[in-house]
């Protein structure tokens, strides 16, 4: 048996603040809308992880989702013109990855990163 996917599920009530933050900012494909539920994703070959996690590093808190880009300084510009506050960062950390916290319209704390 193995793994094939893992889906991160995020509750709201208004399903629309997600185009927005996940399809227009950071570039994801709507690949599903049933009404109740909206889901946003990539066509890229990604690996299936699941974190654990004491604190975020740094002294940070842990975040609710991490998401990896090719570009982080593309997305950095997304997100200070979209007016989204970043809390925590940009930032180098020792253990080889940049990185800045943003919350999503859902008030998950999301970090995105790009491996150096």
Not at 41 to 53: H, P, R, W
Not at 88 to 100: I, L
């Amino acid at each position: 048996m193995k793994v094939k996917r893992i889906v991160a599920n995020i509750e709201t009530q208004d399903i629309s603040k997600a185009k927005h933050f996940y399809e227009e900012i950071l570039g994801l494909d709507q690949l599903m809308d049933l009404g109740f539920i909206a889901t946003y994703g990539s066509n890229e070959k990604m690996a299936t992880q699941i974190s654990f996690l004491s604190e975020g590093g740094s002294g940070t808190p842990v975040p609710d989702l991490s998401i990896e880009v090719d570009d982080l300084d593309d997305v950095l510009t997304r997100i200070k013109e979209a007016g989204v506050p970043i809390e925590y960062g940009p930032t180098k950390e020792p253990w080889g990855v940049r990185r800045f916290y943003v919350r999503d319209p859902f008030g998950k704390l999301v970090n995105i990163l790009t491996h150096q």
